[in-house]
């Protein structure tokens, strides 16, 4: 098939490389001239495990290209994967749909043939049906341009193997050619047995907010249960472990620790009640504010158990802060707990120096202010204590002997539950944990 994938974020770059790999013809449009440069170089403007070897292969195979050109995509398309993000609204705690609609508004009054636009962005419920018709009113073609809502699941980090075999796929379709095109589209990936749910707009629309406001949820919730593991002397990991066990419950996104960040989790859940509020049912996602406040008070938390462990205040002192993505395996900074904590800590007026193995960049023009070191030894140089808050491996592979004479003090926090903290304890450092009592 002839697909275009508008909008080549972390979600569009990894799906049109992963659609030219099942064979599709792609056309990857995007406003941003340098990233369309970069991808029809066969670069990735971003760090996702796999993606630039799938990209260099679609590139060169003449499967995949790249343009600008919104009018270009239209005559090449058979389906129109619209793939933009849909942010917080600055000031506000809705979705800011201004780039979904941009889209649609460029691209429908050049839609002369039958085609299927394919939302994949995450929306408020009920954007779907307004875009059909906005679509249908600007095509030239009319009702022939329909829409779907096929919404990502995707991880970061996980992006490229999440795409190419799902958990499901979720089709939001109002006519059977739309479901046919769809599952044209997905031919390789339903062979292999991946379930695939159709369904209506709303219902796919709704799918998406609800699976991340169910994990968000049940990461709050084990942080919650952390504090009172750590009122009462508790381990929370062997308590998740426990938990886990359960096949109803599960273990995954039951580690207690700096709570969640990035791009999607915390703007979804702010959206996701906005919309209800709009529906009149605001009442019945009350628990999701608990959900974002437990989620922030764990950044407060790790400020306050720094501030204790630098003797009751920041002035002066060292910190050296491992970890600035959101979460390991990504280069993204977007609403990352470990620079928020890092910055709070340096307006406090803690001089306060920064790795991470893949994000330096992305921080560095986020929070210019904080200083950043190219190798975690050289963050923790002279540090007065050193605070763990991303989990990458490389962390895990540090030996606290060594470390140990490479710091002014040997004091660590651990933000995420995860270093072997006898160890550190071993080697001398007075270590904390955020959820671990004293493990
Ligand atoms: C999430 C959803 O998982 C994905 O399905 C959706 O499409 C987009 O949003 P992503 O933002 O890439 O994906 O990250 P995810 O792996 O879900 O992690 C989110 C945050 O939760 C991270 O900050 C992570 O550190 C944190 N987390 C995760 C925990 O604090 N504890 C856990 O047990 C799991």
Sequence with gaps: MRITVIGTGYLGAVHAACMADLGHEVLGVDTDTQKIAALQDGR?????????????????SGKLRFSTSLQEAAEFGDVHFICVGTPQLPGGTGADLSHIEAVVDGLAPHLRRDCLVIGKSTVPVGTAARLAARIARLAPVGEAAGLAWNPEFLR?????QDTLRPDRIVAGVTTEAADTALRAVYASVLDLGTPYITTDLATAELVKVAANAFLATKISFINAV??????????????????????RIGRRFLSAGLGFGGGCLSKDIRAFMARADELGVGDSLQFLREVDQINTGRRTLAVDMARELAGGSFAGRNVAVLGAAFKPDTDDVRDSPALEVARVIQSEGAVVRVHDPRATYNARRA????????????????????LHLTEWREYHEIDPFELA???RTPRLLDGRNVLPLDQWRAAGWTVRSLGGADR
């Design 156 to 160: 970061e980090g996980f992006a490229v």
């Design 44 to 60: 990735a403007p971003f760090f996702e495990p796999g993606l630039e070897d799938i990209l260099v292969r679609a590139v060169g």
């Design 367 to 386: 929070c210019p202010a904080l200083d950043y070191a190219e190798e975690a030894v050289k963050a923790c140089e002279a540090a007065d204590m050193v």
């Design 226 to 247: 952390a504090n009172v593991c750590d009122a009462a002397g508790a381990d929370v990991m062997t308590l998740a472990d426990a938990l886990g066990h359960d096949t």
């Design 405 to 407: 004479s490479v710091v």
